[in-house]
């Protein structure tokens, strides 16, 4: 089985709708931020996962690795973990 990443691309509304439904557990992580915005992101080529570059406002950055339930199982997003503090220039490293 092939567990690699696929390279980063630009962030999607999607990805951004799974960023939003794991804010609050990074929140409880890194603080609340006033800005949580995904710039780009790395999936998984056989499994639902994505590492999310993530804005926090300021020149704060958090690199957040979500897993996604089927949509035959709500769809719901979850943090699996996170690096922070990162930079805007930063890649995305598969963690």
Known sequence: MN???KEAEDSTA???RF???V???VEKKIGQRSVFSS???RARD???QYIAKVHVGGTDYVHVKISQALPCYG???KML????PKQKEDEIEPF
């Open 75 to 77: 769809e719901e997003a």
């Open 23 to 25: 804010r609050a557990d």
């Open 19 to 21: 960023c939003s439904m």
């Open 46 to 48: 056989t499994t639902i």
């Open 3 to 5: 567990l690699s990443w």
């Open 81 to 84: 973990a996170f690096q922070f």
């Open 14 to 16: 999607n990805v951004q």
């Open 39 to 41: 710039l780009n992101f």
